[in-house]
Every structure is written in structure tokens, then in C-alpha cells.
């Protein structure tokens, strides 16, 4: 299995960016659960967002709610983040994962893992 995320870039304080990671591989897609994490430099990976396979619901850390969305194109074996009203604080490599099974928070528990897309927002 192969997840390829793309996206990042460098955008201003208060723009937009939106992120896609897409799977390959022979993942039965819609049987997983996707997630974003991000790590920022001298800091540990941290959660962002993660969507469930069945019924498609989210869950956002609190840092993020309001502004980011995630969603998912089963279709496309596509997951995607959407970014607005991006803030310094929120530049870090952005990292895709999945998981069989119902949505988690914790690293651990995703079995497979994107590359990484660096987001950069200037103040």
C-alpha cells in the first residue's frame, strides 16, 4: 500500500491551502479509516484530523477545528485536507495514514504512512 500526499507549499498568514493524499496499491480504501498528522521542526508528530470509513465522521484536534476540514473520495481512493485561515503555528510536514478500522488519534494505530508535504505559513 502507498499513500502520496501533495499540496504543501508556502502561503501567507490567513490563506488557504488544501492537501490531498492518494492511496494505492490494492487498499480496499473505503474499509479505512484516514488520518492527517503533521510535525513541526524539533517537535513530535502530532495528530490533526482523521475520518471514518462507514459513515464518513470526523474528528479534528482542537487547534484546527473551525478551519480545517477533512474529507474523502472513496472513488478516488482520495483523502483530503482543506486548510484556511492558516497561521504560523500550523507550519510542519503534513503526513497521510490509514488504518482498517474506525478512526483513531494516535500514530500508533496507522498502520500505513505518506511521505509528508511541507506546509509554510509566513507571518
Known amino acids: 500500500v502507498q499513500l502520496q500526499a501533495s499540496g504543501g507549499g508556502l502561503v501567507q498568514a490567513g490563506g488557504s491551502l488544501s492537501l490531498s493524499c492518494a492511496a494505492s496499491g490494492g487498499i480496499f480504501f473505503s474499509r479505512y479509516a484516514m488520518g492527517w498528522f503533521r510535525q513541526a521542526p524539533g517537535k513530535e508528530r502530532e495528530f490533526v484530523a482523521t475520518?471514518?470509513?462507514?459513515?464518513?465522521?470526523?474528528y479534528y484536534t482542537d487547534s484546527v477545528k473551525g478551519r480545517f476540514t477533512i474529507s474523502r473520495d472513496n472513488a478516488k481512493n482520495t483523502v483530503y485536507l482543506q486548510m484556511n485561515s492558516l497561521k504560523p503555528e500550523d507550519t510542519a510536514v503534513y503526513y497521510c495514514?490509514?488504518?482498517?478500522?474506525?478512526?483513531?488519534?494516535?500514530?500508533?494505530?496507522?498502520?500505513?504512512w505518506g511521505q509528508g508535504t511541507l506546509v509554510t505559513v509566513s507571518s
Open positions: 495514514a490509514a488504518r482498517q478500522g474506525t478512526l483513531q488519534t494516535r500514530a500508533a494505530m496507522y498502520r500505513y
Open positions: 475520518i471514518n470509513w462507514n459513515d464518513g465522521s470526523t
